[in-house]
């Protein structure tokens, strides 16, 4: 009677995107609501990866989130890219990029709260929301 071994190969492979918060910038002036205020700042990334050991990466992007209004903004790659080296670099707010994202809120730079798109004036301190 003949024997026959049958050998299974399983590969890992795929492709995953990435997020690191590199840390808080301090002092940044908000493109907003125009606080001075503090930020995290992230990395984000997609990747390939082979035995979930990345191989190839590309696409990498940097943000700025916020603490006054919780806004997000795209970071200038070159200041990215510094920030990862040294983090007490300074964001200044032309390298910052507003990310235009459809939202169902209005911001109340007043009192700092989002409101429902709908209303016209907040209902919080009654400021004037429209544009």
Do not use: A
């Not at 390939?48 to 200038?76: A, D, E, G, Q, S």
């Not at 990310?99 to 709260?113: A, G, L, N, P, S």
Request: aromatic share 16%.
């Amino acid at each position: 009677m003949k024997r026959v071994v049958v050998m299974f190969f399983f590969v890992f492979f795929g492709i995953k995107d990435k997020e690191i918060l590199l840390g808080n910038s301090n002092d940044i002036i908000c493109p907003q609501c125009g606080e001075v205020t503090s930020g995290e700042v992230y990395k984000t990334y997609t990747y390939f990866h082979l035995f979930l050991i990345p191989l190839v990466k590309w696409n990498r992007r940097y943000f700025v989130k916020t603490n006054c209004c919780k806004r997000v903004y795209m970071l200038n790659p070159e200041v990215g890219k510094q920030f990862e080296k040294d983090s007490n670099i300074v964001i200044n707010k032309g390298d910052l990029e507003i990310i235009e994202v459809y939202t169902h809120m209005k911001y109340c730079d007043h009192c700092r709260v989002n409101v429902p798109n709908e209303y016209q004036y907040c209902p919080y301190c009654g400021k004037d929301l429209r544009d």
